[in-house]
Nanobody, 128 residues
Framework: QVELMESGGGTVQEGSSLRLSCAASGFTFGKDQCLAWFRQAPGKERERIAAIHNDGKNSDYDYDNSVKGRFTISQDSAKNTVYLQMDNLKSEDTAVYYC??????????????????WGLGSQVTVSS
């Protein structure tokens, strides 16, 4: 059974940093997967903010413009865990953050429906 579980959320002030972790079980990270972080703010659609694909030698990264330069996605295959380092947080980053996994099909899709495995989400609140 595939499971993803996020941790590391919380309430911080603007300019602070947080690191989210997503531990996977039931499958092993490999070159056939895209691992991604999505977020969903109240009243808004779920959006993909970061994705990573590792082909066994190199990693490809993709970031939404809203987080580029502030957030960093990474993975530790030995721990079967993907991370999201979030720096210089802004109030508009307040959302529930989800990790997700999808099959690699030449690129990491931005559409949530392409991701078959999801965590339950972790709340991040940034106060101004």
């Amino acid at each position: 059974q595939v499971e993803l579980m996020e941790s590391g959320g919380g309430t911080v002030q603007e300019g602070s940093s947080l690191r989210l972790s997503c531990a996977a079980s039931g499958f092993t990270f490999g070159k056939d997967q895209c691992l991604a972080w999505f977020r969903q703010a109240p009243g808004k659609e779920r959006e993909r903010i970061a994705a990573i694909h590792n082909d066994g030698k190199n990693s490809d990264y993709d970031y939404d413009n809203s987080v580029k330069g502030r957030f960093t996605i990474s993975q530790d295959s030995a721990k079967n865990t993907v991370y999201l380092q979030m720096d210089n947080l802004k109030s508009e980053d307040t959302a529930v953050y989800y990790c997700a996994a999808a099959r690699w099909v030449g690129s990491c899709d931005i559409r949530p429906r392409r991701y078959g495995a999801w965590g339950l989400g972790s709340q991040v609140t940034v106060s101004s």
